[in-house]
């Protein structure tokens, strides 16, 4: 069975840090793009960092760009979203997913997830003092 899962969230004060975790069952993650989401409460899903298969070109919302790092784990089966300089708006519960294609699918800075067929179980991030 194929399973993604997310960890790592958790409380943290607005500059500190976090580090996410999407882990795989089922099969290998370095063979996809993998796609980090959040939805804040009352808010839109909105696209947070994406990193391709292959080539391994990463991809950042403008809200997270210098702060936000994607990276892959190749020998844990893992992808993790290194989140530094927490800000309050940064709250939210994040989920990665993957639509089975190699290339992350950004258009206009938008993160499209209509084919988004795997999605990790959702790790809250709350930054707050």
């Known amino acids: 069975e194929v399973q993604l899962q997310a960890s790592g969230g958790g409380l943290v004060q607005p500059g500190g840090s976090l580090r996410l975790s999407c882990e795989a069952s089922?099969?290998?993650?370095?063979?996809?793009?993998i796609t980090w989401f959040r939805q804040a409460p009352g808010k839109e899903r909105e696209g947070v960092s994406c990193i391709n298969s292959g080539d391994y070109n990463r991809y950042y919302a403008d809200s997270v760009k210098g702060r936000f790092t994607i990276s892959r784990d190749i020998a844990n089966n893992a992808v993790y979203l290194q989140m530094n300089s927490l800000k309050v708006e940064d709250t939210a519960v994040y989920y990665c997913?993957?639509?089975?294609?190699?290339?992350?699918?950004?258009?206009?800075?938008?993160?499209?997830?209509?084919?988004?067929?795997?999605w990790g179980n959702g790790t809250q991030v709350t930054v707050s003092s």
């Open positions: 997913a993957t639509d089975g294609r190699l290339r992350c699918m950004v258009v206009d800075g938008k993160f499209l997830d209509n084919d988004m067929n795997y």
């Open positions: 089922g099969f290998t993650l370095n063979y996809y793009a």
